[in-house]
């Protein structure tokens, strides 16, 4: 391996939005994450931080026809 061309891998901790902390090693010391594996809805089965129909109604509304 060349020398002095690898990142440092460092001790790291990752933090989600809702609160959770994991630590871990990575090339970052702090990772700032949206959705971790325990507030994730395919994981945790529970449908919570997810408004798609929210979003998708502002988008039809802004982007609708207005002849039709």
């Known amino acids: ?3 002095k061309i690898h ?3 460092v ?3 990752i933090v989600c939005a809702c609160g959770e902390t994991i630590h871990t ?3 970052k010391p ?3 994450v949206e959705i971790c594996s325990k507030c994730h809805p395919f994981f945790s089965g529970k ?3 997810v408004d798609s129909a929210g979003r998708v109604d502002k988008f ?3 982007y609708a026809k207005k002849g039709a």
């Open 1 to 3: 391996m060349k020398e």
């Open 7 to 9: 990142p440092k891998y």
């Open 11 to 13: 001790e790291s901790t």
């Open 25 to 27: 090693h990575s090339t």
């Open 30 to 32: 702090n990772i700032r």
């Open 47 to 49: 449908k919570k931080l």
């Open 60 to 62: 039809m509304k802004k």
